[in-house]
């Protein structure tokens, strides 16, 4: 009887899963809302880049499609990090000049821990050279929020050590609706 | 001595009567149609195959049984994602024509409650259809019909494989008939929300390889979407 009690009470009370958290490195904005800036580190954080016709396909091996369907779909995948260069999670960037669909740029962020947010950007650079856009969904975490995401490429940053030539900046700025604790 | 001795034993049986009621509760949730069978929506039906192998790109912490494919691609050792998989599969109709591209991101959930037969894993598919457009599906996935039906008898089995014929919804939520929730992002999609349901059909499993011979299939209800793949 002890043994089937005790059992049920530590199935019960003892998460089977207990994923690994990093703190969320955000600063506060007079709004309420919060900045958040996510890292990836160029070339060490790619996973993918497929392209059609490409020649620079990763990673080595892959057998991207040569359907002419996908056209100039161009489709990477990162480990993304946080402010202190530590990994938090995946994200995955689509990218299309296609006529049939209108030209987009977007992004889905997974973090484990926290939820998934999808990220939809302006086609056109700003005038400083980076791209502004938005936050159209979110899981979890970034279920109720709503803002903005600025995407810009830092090519004037180097480690040979860590093997970096390059680094993607994705600021966001999120905000919760009124009323809401988040 | 032989008090202490008992009462382990005793409790060995416990441990042991609680684990096989658990694993054989009836009450399972088994859900075999699809909450969007009686949809009025357009819906959109893609077919994928499910053993990593055959996939574009398949990656995990290295860790599993199931292979990284290709065998260069990056693993997801780092502490944060190391309960993460990325598959990248092609999306195709029932007749095996490709209509998309999806990149899937799987994560198991901290709300996995064995007590309630729930092994959930949390799911994000990033789909490109192309001349239709972008979406992003969002679900909770309940995978323990396929550990109990297919991977504990792989295991069992003298020869570590499992053969027959299995068929689930996999899709747990977050929606309230159990689907799952779709944010349109670009060209017919734009600012349409819908739900999506995502089954597996496994014939074949292997203890020491993973799965042998095994489909998916993603249905996606689109309000005002306009479709040609119906």
């Given at each position: 009887m002890l043994g089937l009690v005790g059992t049920g009470v530590l199935t019960y009370s003892v998460p089977a899963v207990d994923l690994h958290r990093e703190p969320s490195l955000i600063s506060v904005l007079p709004n309420g809302g919060f900045v958040e800036t996510y890292r990836i580190d160029l070339p060490r954080d790619r996973i993918l880049v497929g392209l059609t016709g490409a020649d620079n396909a990763l990673p080595a091996g892959l057998d991207w499609p040569?359907?002419?369907?996908?056209?100039d779909l161009q489709t990477e995948i990162f480990k993304i990090r946080d402010r202190n260069n530590v990994v938090i999670g995946v994200a995955s960037r689509l990218a299309s000049a296609s006529e049939q669909t209108g030209p987009f740029i977007e992004w889905a962020l997974h973090l484990p821990a926290r939820g998934s947010a999808y990220l939809q950007m302006d086609v056109a650079p700003s005038s400083e050279g980076h791209r502004n856009g938005r936050l159209m969904a979110g899981t979890g975490?970034?279920?109720?929020l709503s803002g903005t995401v600025r995407e810009q490429f830092i090519t004037d940053f180097e480690d040979e050590d860590l093997n970096i030539n390059g680094r993607i900046e994705l600021i966001t700025a999120f905000v919760a609706p009124l009323g809401d604790e988040e | 001595m032989k008090y202490f001795i008992s009462m382990l034993l005793g409790m060995s049986i416990g441990a042991a009567l609680f684990v096989a009621g658990m694993y054989f509760n009836p009450f399972t949730d088994r859900m075999l149609v699809s909450p969007l069978a009686v949809s009025d929506d357009d819906l959109l039906d893609f077919t994928y195959t499910a053993v990593p192998g055959e996939a574009i790109l398949y990656t995990d912490n290295?860790?599993?049984?199931i292979e990284t494919h290709p065998d260069r691609v990056a693993e997801l050792w780092e502490p944060a994602i190391v309960d993460t998989s990325i598959a990248v599969i092609l999306l195709n109709d029932s007749r095996g024509q490709v209509l998309g591209l999806g990149v899937k991101f799987s994560s198991d959930s901290e709300q996995t409650a064995l007590i309630n037969s729930e092994v959930l894993v949390n799911s994000v598919w990033h789909i490109y259809v192309p001349g239709q457009g972008t979406l992003l599906v969002d679900q909770i996935e309940n995978h323990w019909s396929f550990l109990r039906e297919i991977v504990v008898p792989a295991r069992w089995s003298s020869g570590d494989n499992w053969k027959g014929a299995f068929f689930r919804i996999m899709t747990h939520g977050p929606?309230?008939?159990g689907t799952a929730r779709v944010a349109g992002g670009n060209g017919?999609?734009?600012?349409v929300s819908g739900e999506a349901v995502e089954s597996l059909a496994a014939r074949a499993y292997s203890?020491?390889?993973?799965?042998v011979s095994m489909n998916g299939s993603l249905t996606i209800s689109v309000p005002q979407a306009t479709s040609e793949t119906e």
């Open positions: 040569t359907d002419e369907l996908f056209g975490d970034f279920e109720t | 290295g860790e599993s049984i929606g309230a008939l017919n999609f734009a600012g203890a020491l390889d993973g799965p």
